[in-house]
C-alpha cells in the first residue's frame, strides 16, 4: 500500500523545489540520474535539499533517481526516491473517525473497509500531510484487516516524531471494528461478528466509539483502556439509559436529582441547579431567588459570563460566604458559576452522594455492557497489537465524581458530567 517510485514523487516532490529531506537507509549516490558507477554512499539521517527541475525526467518514465544537492554544495546528485524520507507535515492531524468522515452512519464490513481507504488516500492527496504516516497509517489498516503485516514494510517506514498518542487513541477507534469483525477478535468473549455491521456513532456519544451489530445484539466498543470509565459520560447519557431500571431508592436519591438537573438544564444553568439541590442547610445561601436571577439574566442567549451579577442582593449570601474579599459589584455570573461546579465536585467525592452516584453509574455500565479493544504500538519500530477485555462496570469503579471540563470562569462548552478521581 504504500506509495514508492515514481508515484511517491508525484505526490511528494513534483513542484516541491528546496524542500528538505533526511535519508531514510543507506543508498548509494550517483553523478547523473543515468550514471550506473556510483559516487559513494549516503549515511541515514543526512539532509539534502531537492531539486525539482533536474528530477522532471521521472514524470517521462524515466528511472526513480530525484536531483539533491548537499549541505554547503553547489553540485548535484541523484539517488532513488525510494531512499528517502517522504516529506510532509506528521502533526496535528485529525485522526479521529470523524477526520476521515466516517461518523453517524452504518456501514458492512466491506463498505468500511473501502470507505476508510478511500478517505486516507483523498485526503493525502489533497494536502502536505507526511508521506512516511500514510505508509504507516495504511499499514495498520492492512494489520486490522488481516491480522498480519509486512515486516519489510514497516521497517522501511521512517517513524520519528509520529504522534503516537493520536495514533493509538484515535486511529485505533477507525480501525478497530475492522480488526473486531475480520479477525473475530471477541470471539473469547462468545460473540461471534461475522455477519456483523458497523455503526460509527457522532462525536457526541461518550460512552463508547463504535458499535457492532451481530445477530439481533449491538455491542459498545470503546477504544480506551479499561479503567471503570472511558471518556467523561454526561448525565443526559446515564438518565436516558438506566431510568426504566434503577430501583425506587435510587430514583428518589439527591444523587439522581442532581443528574436530572445536569440532564435538563443548559451549561450555564446546570450549575447553579445542581448546587442548589446538593448545598448543605448550614449553607443554603443559593436561593430560588438566585435561580430566578440566572435564569432572568445569565442563561439566555446573550448572557455573558463576564455579566456582572444584576440583583446583587439576592446574591449577598453567596458571595459573602464561597467568593471571600470579593466586592458584590464586581462579581460575573461566570465566578458564581465556575465556584458552584467546584462545590460541585467536591460533594460529589463525600460519602453519602458519592455512594449513590457510584450506583447508578454501575447500572449504567453494566446496561451498556461496553468492551474495550485497544491497539497498542511497541516501540521501537511501530509493531502493532489489539488487546481486548470485556470490563464488569462493578467491580471496576473504584471512586467517581461530578466534574466540568470548564477550566475557567469565562468557558461554557461543556456540561458537567461523570469522571473517576483524579
Known amino acids: 500500500m504504500a506509495r514508492s517510485g515514481k508515484e511517491a514523487w508525484e505526490k511528494y516532490y513534483s513542484g516541491n523545489d528546496g524542500v528538505q529531506v533526511a535519508v531514510k537507509k543507506s543508498c548509494q549516490y550517483y553523478e547523473t540520474e543515468a550514471s550506473k558507477s556510483s559516487l559513494g554512499t549516503l549515511s541515514p539521517g543526512t539532509v539534502v535539499t531537492y531539486r525539482d527541475a533536474l528530477s522532471r525526467h521521472i514524470a517521462d518514465g524515466g528511472n526513480n533517481k530525484i536531483a539533491f544537492q548537499r549541505s554547503g554544495s553547489d553540485d548535484v546528485f541523484y539517488a532513488s526516491v525510494d531512499f528517502f524520507v517522504k516529506p510532509g ?22 463498505a468500511y473497509y473501502n470507505k476508510l481507504i478511500e478517505s486516507i488516500t483523498d485526503r493525502w492527496d489533497t494536502s502536505s500531510y507526511s508521506g512516511e504516516l500514510y505508509d504507516y497509517l495504511m499499514e495498520l489498516v492492512s494489520f486490522a484487516n488481516t491480522g498480519s503485516i509486512n515486516s519489510a514494510d514497516l521497517a522501511g517506514i521512517k517513524t520519528q516524531g509520529f ?28 460473540i461471534n461478528l461475522s455477519n456483523a455491521t458497523i455503526f460509527m456513532p457522532p462525536s457526541s456519544v461518550a460512552l463508547y466509539d463504535y458499535k457492532l451489530i451481530s ?38 436519591s439527591k444523587a439522581y436529582q442532581v443528574l436530572q438537573a445536569i440532564k435538563d438544564n443548559s451549561v450555564k444553568g446546570g450549575a447553579f441547579a445542581a448546587w442548589k439541590i446538593i448545598q448543605p442547610t448550614t ?83 453494566n446496561e451498556s455492557r461496553v468492551i474495550y479493544v485497544k491497539l497498542a504500538i511497541a516501540q521501537p519500530g511501530g509493531q502493532p497489537t489489539f ?35 483524579r
Open 163 to 190: 504522534p503516537w498518542g493520536a495514533i493509538q487513541s484515535y486511529f485505533g477507534e477507525v480501525i478497530g471494528p475492522l480488526a473486531c469483525i475480520r479477525r473475530n477478535l471477541l470471539s473469547g468473549l462468545g
Open 283 to 365: 449553607d443554603n445561601t443559593l436561593t430560588d431567588a438566585c435561580i430566578s436571577d440566572v435564569i432572568l439574566n445569565y442563561d439566555t442567549r446573550r448572557g455573558k459570563s463576564t455579566d456582572k451579577l444584576v440583583n446583587t442582593t439576592v446574591w449577598e449570601p453567596f458571595v459573602e460566604k464561597h467568593l471571600l474579599n470579593q466586592n458584590i459589584n464586581n462579581v460575573t455570573y461566570g465566578q458564581v458559576r465556575y465556584k458552584c461546579e467546584t462545590l460541585i465536585q467536591s460533594a460529589s467525592r463525600a460519602n453519602s452522594l458519592q455512594v449513590d452516584l457510584k450506583s447508578i453509574f454501575e447500572y449504567y455500565l
Open 215 to 252: 445477530g439481533g445484539q449491538e455491542y459498545l466498543i470503546s477504544a480506551k483502556a479499561g479503567k471503570g470509565t472511558a471518556n467523561q459520560v454526561k448525565p443526559q447519557f446515564v438518565i436516558d439509559a438506566v431510568d426504566s431500571i434503577l430501583p425506587t431508592t435510587l430514583k428518589n
Open 89 to 110: 507535515q506528521i502533526s496535528r492531524i485529525d485522526l479521529s473517525p470523524e477526520g476521515f468522515g466516517l461518523e453517524d452512519r452504518t456501514y458492512t464490513v466491506t
Open 387 to 421: 488487546t481486548v477485555m470485556n470490563v464488569d462496570g462493578v467491580k471496576k469503579i473504584n471512586s467517581l465524581e461530578l466534574r466540568s471540563s470548564n477550566d475557567s470562569q469565562t468557558r461554557t462548552s461543556d456540561k458537567i458530567g461523570y469522571d473517576k478521581v
